[in-house]
């Protein structure tokens, strides 16, 4: 238990800051599981959509440091991969 006023103060901050990083950490994975959702549809418009809505709020919580920078960079790498891969199934069911 903190025994001084500094850790007392500490403590406290210690529990407002995993408080506000897990609800972080929560927002970033619903933004990637609503591009993994669309991915598994097969629905390269509405992945592509989703992609870039969550681009900029995983690198904003990557900036604020709750996540590495390395790790948002493999999310938003893995996560266009898989977009493109997306993109041949989805042109040929343009021209179809």
Request: aromatic share 4%.
């Amino acid at each position: 238990m903190a025994n001084t006023a500094q850790s007392r103060k500490r403590a406290r901050q210690n529990v407002k800051r995993r408080q506000l990083k897990a609800s972080q950490r929560s927002m970033v994975r619903t933004y990637i599981k609503n591009v993994v959702k669309a991915i598994d549809q097969k629905d390269y418009a509405a992945a592509t959509e989703a992609y870039k809505r969550a681009v900029p709020v995983i690198d904003r919580i990557a900036d604020k440091g709750v996540i590495h920078k390395n790790k948002a960079a493999r999310h938003k790498s893995r996560l266009n991969k898989a977009i493109k891969a997306l993109a041949p199934q989805f042109q040929q069911a343009e021209q179809a």
